[in-house]
């Protein structure tokens, strides 16, 4: 994928014989859960399911990311998720897991589809989505056994109190919260329609200029107002007025 921009794309080769689709606004709206599920799948790490794992008797801190992938397959597929969204009709139930003969590691591998999804493929199609979505890989180091339980039991409470409030009261769709605040300021030049028509990619995209203006906006008045002293900024990104990919 390289610097290759995003803007006017509508599917990405990852590598010959394997493209993902870059959904628009709407699409993903209409089918949230199974495209937060995919984002997911793609881009996260171990640390950020170590619970998930620790039940499984899994350290986090012993496995990479493309293992934690192959996991999450296979758990996502035993719940039949649609990940057609992003992967159109290619069918990962025929990928199975082979031993690779170069390096000792496993690799999955589609004869249907005749498509090898190893650690590298698997490394750019992550990277490729984080930067559909605009985020960033999230990952902490665990100084030491202590440190790591410690990990554990917070992010344990964090989901069972996650979970209690959820029986309480549905859950919003965060996305249509997002449209809804955007489309109703002044600064963002799309409709409810046009917004649905635009690429998912697009729309984050806009999301990350809108936050740079308003820190831009924000760090130039204190700055006249005296409350600011650049010299003292840790983060100079605050200077610009345009967002950085």
Not at 210 to 224: A, E, K, P, S, W
């Amino acid at each position: 994928m390289g610097n290759k921009s995003l803007l006017n794309v509508k599917e990405i080769e990852i590598i010959p014989n394997f493209k993902i689709h870059i959904p628009t606004v709407g699409q993903v709206l209409e089918h949230e859960d199974e495209y937060s599920n995919i984002v997911s799948l793609t881009t996260s790490t171990p640390y950020q399911y170590m619970v998930f794992l620790d039940d499984l008797n899994i350290d986090f801190t012993t496995i990479t990311n493309y293992q934690l992938f192959i996991i999450l397959l296979n758990a996502y597929l035993k719940e039949g998720i649609d990940m057609s969204i992003v992967f159109g009709d290619l069918d990962f139930s025929t990928f199975h897991i082979y031993p690779n003969p170069e390096n000792g590691t496993q690799v999955l591998y589609s004869k249907q589809h005749d498509l090898c999804i190893d650690e590298l493929v698997y490394s750019i199609l992550s990277d490729t989505m984080l930067k559909i979505n605009q985020r960033e890989r999230i990952f902490k180091h665990m100084g030491n056994e202590r440190a790591k339980q410690e990990a554990i039991k917070k992010a344990r409470r964090k989901i069972q109190n996650r979970l209690r409030r959820h029986k309480k009261e549905d859950e919003n769709s965060q996305l249509e919260e997002l449209i809804v605040a955007l489309v109703n300021r002044k600064d963002f030049k799309y409709d409810y329609d046009e917004t649905m028509n635009l690429s998912i990619y697009r729309f984050y995209k806009s999301v990350k200029q809108l936050q740079q203006n308003i820190t831009f906006d924000n760090t130039m008045l204190g700055v006249y107002t005296g409350n600011i002293d650049t010299s003292k900024l840790t983060d100079r990104n605050c200077l610009s007025w345009i967002a950085k990919n």
